[in-house]
């Protein structure tokens, strides 16, 4: 291979320029080479199913009450999240009936709504 057959990218042109002057022999031209990063085709991105919402079981008693693991898969939260919050004294309005807690249904829509901005 002779000194002129070499394809040198521009960027390292100085390179070989000092390379060459330093070999006494006379430098390639500087040819703009393409980069070439891959010759695998780019596979076509993966087509994704949408998630599907699945129905969540919530037993509410005839008269719209529900227990605090109900009320909790109803407004989304831990069941934790809710004890913490009537310690608080915060979240949406409950009942205590015989040292079980319930809440409204429509109570809790009420408080979604009042937190919503509705």
Request: aromatic content about 6%; proline content about 12%.
């Amino acid at each position: 291979m002779e000194p002129d057959d070499l394809i040198v990218p521009a960027a390292a042109a100085h390179l070989v320029a000092a390379l060459a002057d330093m070999l006494r022999v006379p430098a390639a031209p500087v040819v703009p080479v393409p980069r070439v990063i891959s010759q695998q085709p780019i596979p076509a991105a993966p087509t994704t199913i949408p998630p599907t919402i699945e129905p969540i079981k919530i037993q509410i008693l005839p008269d719209g009450r529900m227990n605090g693991r109900n009320a909790a898969l109803y407004l989304g939260h831990k069941e934790k999240t809710l004890a913490i919050w009537r310690s608080q004294r915060k979240g949406p309005r409950f009942i205590k009936t015989g040292g079980r807690v319930f809440y409204y249904q429509t109570d809790l829509e009420a408080w979604i709504a009042k937190a919503r901005g509705d």
